[in-house]
């Protein structure tokens, strides 16, 4: 087994198709492939299963994969021992979070992440769906639902508040709210609830049932746009909204949700050095972001 070969294997587990771990290794598909199957053969068993999402990782795939970064992590720090401080990590670092955390958020963090660490590469990874470690889409996930069990990592980040909200062109040309029953007359924006990003997120259909069709996104963006236009009220995290005057807030502190942020990582990438760097760093911002996420 050749270490060139596990940055080919490396580069497939993390992309999961042979086109993109070829462009990241600016090679032809066809050498990854052939490089894969020439590991296959010196391990004695399949790697990766073919399916309609891209490459997944066997059993003994997920096993080599342990072994394959903690090879991948001695050779760094043998090349950071040459040409930086000891305390310096290098190599890609995969994060995966929500779109709103990954705007509201992370953009401050990621810069002075760095600056702290110039060799460090972060892959921030956004779907409008749960970033899954099981599938191994990412290395570090910051996410709303705390998984019951799993061989993780799990910390608590901060808690952050979710309001409902209105456009005042929207507020100055409808029904008044006073009560939550009033709702039903209005028209509401939301997550597709079978595509959004967390299961634990509030659905405004749940409050009440509109007399109205209601607007339906993937994207808490889309839906902040929708609302600032004047198209409906939605439930919306607060730090997002901020002092923005295109937005006011419905139903005061009647309707208020709270929620968590976790960020959780597998076990075995405890001892991987770069993983091991950005998992600290993210737990150390905790106290500055706090505050603001609860107003």
């Given at each position: ?65 342990v072994e394959a970064q903690a090879v ?94 209105a456009a005042p062109s929207y507020l ?124």
């Amino acid at each position: 087994m050749e270490w060139d070969d596990l940055r080919f294997f490396l580069e497939l587990a993390r992309t999961r198709t042979l086109t993109e771990a070829a462009r990241r290794l600016d090679v032809k598909h066809t050498t990854v492939a052939r490089r894969i199957q020439r590991l296959e053969l010196a391990v004695g068993a399949p790697l990766f299963t073919r399916t309609h999402t891209g490459h997944e990782l066997t059993l003994r795939g997920r096993n080599l994969l342990v072994e394959a970064q903690a090879v991948e992590d001695l050779f760094l720090s043998m090349d950071e021992e040459k040409t930086a401080p000891a305390q310096s990590v290098s190599g890609i670092v995969r994060v995966g979070c929500t779109e709103g955390y990954a705007a509201g958020v992370l953009p401050h963090d990621l810069a002075e992440l760095r600056r702290q660490h110039p060799n460090l590469r972060v892959d921030l990874i956004v779907q409008p769906r749960p970033v899954l470690l099981a599938r191994n889409e990412a290395d570090i996930v910051i996410t709303i639902d705390r998984p019951e069990r799993g061989p993780y990592l799990i910390t608590k980040l901060y808690d952050y508040t979710l309001r409902l909200y209105a456009a005042p062109s929207y507020l100055a040309t409808h029904a008044p709210i006073t009560r939550l029953a009033d709702l039903k007359d209005h028209h509401l924006v939301s997550y597709i609830e079978e595509s959004g990003p967390a299961k634990g997120l509030p659905v405004i259909w749940d409050l009440v049932q509109s007399s109205w069709p209601g607007i339906r996104s993937t994207s808490i963006f889309s839906q902040m746009a929708i609302v600032a236009s004047g198209g409906g009220i939605a439930i919306l995290p607060s730090y997002l909204v901020g002092q923005d005057e295109a937005f006011r807030p419905v139903l005061g502190s009647e309707v208020s949700f709270q929620r968590t942020y976790w960020v959780m990582m597998p076990t075995e990438l405890k001892r991987i050095a770069r993983v091991q760097a950005v998992w600290q760093f993210l737990k150390r911002t905790t106290r500055e972001h706090s505050q603001r996420l609860m107003v």
